[in-house]
């Protein structure tokens, strides 16, 4: 199955990333945002911020919030013929998590350990990649990096801000310095 072409991928992160900022607005902001697209109908099926610090829960990171929202909702266990976008590399959790879930393709825009382990400590830095290389014969991912990175960046820097000005709680072990 033909995979979105580069435009696509640029326009869906933009728009992924108009939709997590309006985290920014609420009471647990998050940089952390996810969608999903079916790629014959070329429609969005799901999207979803983390809710890590809302619901207490540290598993509920965007892409495996959105896949649960896009399987539920779809009423079929594989989104083979289905391609997440994440603003960020997914964790191993969350790649672990695309593989199960059979995605054709997974887009992201920052870096975990560059980008994100700034904001929040990464607790493995086990790459997407190494997960993929080994998945059972049959099963293929393609990984598409560093889509609007830099516009996925700023969204870590502004969470930041928001989350100092309004005396939110900062992410967990993590020094003040690090930003
Ligand atoms: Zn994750």
């Known amino acids: ?9 640029a326009e ?3 728009l992924l990333v108009d939709f997590t900022s309006q985290s920014l607005g609420s009471d647990h902001p998050s940089p952390f945002g996810s969608s ?10 799901a999207e979803a911020f983390d809710t ?6 540290p598993t509920s990171h965007a892409e495996v919030n959105v ?4 399987t539920k909702k779809s009423q079929r ?7 997440l976008y994440s603003t960020c590399e997914p964790c191993p959790m969350c790649m672990s998590a695309c593989i199960w879930a059979e995605l054709d393709a997974v887009v992201y825009g920052a870096a975990t350990m560059e980008d994100a382990n700034r904001y929040w400590p990464q607790s493995s830095d086990m ?3 190494e997960l993929i290389d080994r998945v059972r014969p049959g099963l293929s991912c393609t990984l598409v990096p560093h889509v609007e990175r ?6 870590f820097l502004r969470c930041d801000e928001v989350r100092t000005k309004r005396l939110l709680q900062l992410p967990p072990n993590r020094g003040e310095s690090l930003i």
């Open 127 to 129: 790459t997407p990649q």
């Open 150 to 155: 830099s516009l996925c960046q700023q969204l």
């Open 67 to 70: 896949i649960r929202k896009a």
């Open 77 to 83: 266990l594989s989104l083979r013929g289905c391609v």
């Open 36 to 45: 999903i697209y079916d790629v014959t109908t070329e429609e969005v099926l």
């Open 1 to 9: 199955m033909a995979l979105p072409t580069d435009e696509q991928n």
């Open 12 to 14: 869906r992160m933009r």
């Open 52 to 57: 890590v610090m809302r619901d207490c829960d």
